[in-house]
């Protein structure tokens, strides 16, 4: 830990704490995440932020963000209809993954730059890089404190990651003790969505049961496996079975759904998806 130490960059600390007073001193108020953000940008300059709540099985909460309306549909609204399901953070965060500041790159998996959520959603966001603070804010709810740079920009340089590093620790502490009594919607100060509850279910449902009763239930883990854009070495992986196995069971259950590509597999999927949301809704 020591050593450790030694390498990360310094920063202004007489700077740093006078962003940091002025953030414990809104902690009680709606300003916080502005000016949390404030404070980071201080440390390292990044385009976008975007706080979201993770919570087991559920669709994410978006407490706070800076996107203009436009971007907001792409950046939250459309992520929330189902993408975030192929997320590494989501995913993340639903296998409880520790405190702590991560590169979307580590986290992801080994083909997800070249999976079809990335050509087909997030390559929309024209990020250049993505990075998040993962806050633990109960045993199964995690905040996910996101600093992007758009495509014009460049990515984090290791002396940047290893800035936000050193305030991790502070930033984790000061998130925690604003959200941590964060049980619901209405606890973020927003109107609850009467269908909110429902869509939930059938978000995750649907991701759960795409295939039911066409596919076999290894099948269907190798599909879910794919659209989070893993290869088939990753999945024999963590399955604990063979590549050469994992190679059988793809190409049985694109002959078994008619289809010869991912990017066939990703369009069935959110096909799918919409429908089932959509007779969801109409039976609510």
């Given at each position: 830990?020591?050593?450790?130490?030694?390498?990360?960059?310094?920063?202004?600390?007489?700077?740093?704490?006078?962003?940091?007073?002025?953030?414990?001193?809104?902690?009680?108020?709606?300003?916080?995440?502005?000016?949390?953000?404030?404070?980071?940008?201080?440390?390292?300059p990044?385009?976008?932020?975007?706080?979201?709540?993770?919570?087991?099985?559920?669709?994410?909460?978006?407490?706070?963000?800076?996107?203009?309306?436009?971007?907001?549909?792409?950046?939250?609204?459309?992520?929330?209809?189902?993408?975030?399901?192929?997320?590494?953070?989501?995913?993340?965060?639903?296998?409880?993954?520790?405190?702590?500041?991560?590169?979307?790159?580590?986290?992801?998996?080994?083909?997800?730059?070249?999976?079809?959520?990335?050509?087909?959603?997030?390559?929309?966001?024209?990020?250049?890089?993505?990075?998040?603070?993962?806050?633990?804010?109960?045993?199964?709810?995690?905040?996910?404190?996101?600093?992007?740079?758009?495509?014009?920009?460049?990515?984090?340089?290791?002396?940047?990651?290893?800035?936000?590093?050193?305030?991790?620790?502070?930033?984790?502490?000061?998130?925690f003790r604003r959200?941590?009594?964060?049980?619901?919607?209405?606890?973020?100060?927003?109107?609850?969505?009467?269908?909110?509850?429902?869509?939930?279910?059938?978000?995750?449902?649907?991701?759960?049961?795409?295939?039911?009763?066409?596919?076999?239930?290894?099948?269907?883990?190798?599909?879910?496996?794919?659209?989070r854009?893993?290869?088939?070495?990753?999945?024999?992986?963590?399955l604990?079975?063979?590549t050469?196995?994992?190679?059988?069971?793809?190409?049985?259950?694109?002959?078994?759904?008619?289809?010869?590509?991912?990017?066939?597999?990703?369009?069935?999927?959110?096909?799918?998806?919409?429908?089932?949301?959509?007779d969801?809704?109409?039976?609510?």
């Amino acid at each position: 830990m020591k050593n450790r130490a030694k390498t990360l960059p310094k920063l202004d600390s007489r700077d740093w704490h006078e962003q940091l007073a002025a953030v414990i001193a809104a902690e009680d108020t709606d300003q916080f995440p502005a000016v949390l953000v404030q404070a980071l940008r201080r440390v390292v300059p990044f385009d976008f932020p975007v706080f979201f709540v993770y919570r087991g099985a559920e669709r994410p909460i978006c407490v706070y963000d800076t996107f203009t309306p436009r971007e907001r549909i792409i950046f939250v609204t459309d992520y929330q209809e189902g993408p975030y399901l192929l997320d590494p953070f989501y995913q993340a965060c639903a296998e409880r993954i520790q405190p702590g500041l991560y590169r979307l790159r580590e986290i992801a998996p080994d083909r997800f730059y070249h999976s079809e959520y990335h050509r087909s959603y997030y390559r929309r966001t024209g990020l250049a890089e993505e990075i998040g603070f993962v806050i633990a804010l109960s045993d199964d709810m995690r905040l996910v404190i996101s600093l992007m740079r758009a495509g014009t920009s460049t990515p984090f340089s290791d002396r940047d990651f290893g800035k936000l590093r050193r305030v991790e620790p502070i930033v984790h502490a000061l998130s925690f003790r604003r959200w941590r009594n964060l049980e619901s919607q209405q606890a973020i100060g927003t109107e609850p969505e009467v269908t909110r509850p429902s869509l939930d279910t059938q978000v995750t449902g649907a991701f759960e049961k795409f295939g039911e009763g066409v596919l076999t239930r290894r099948e269907r883990d190798v599909v879910r496996m794919v659209l989070r854009g893993h290869s088939s070495e990753s999945i024999g992986r963590h399955l604990e079975i063979s590549t050469g196995t994992v190679k059988i069971h793809r190409k049985n259950l694109y002959g078994k759904l008619g289809i010869s590509s991912q990017s066939e597999l990703f369009s069935k999927f959110i096909s799918y998806l919409s429908d089932a949301i959509g007779d969801g809704v109409a039976a609510s």
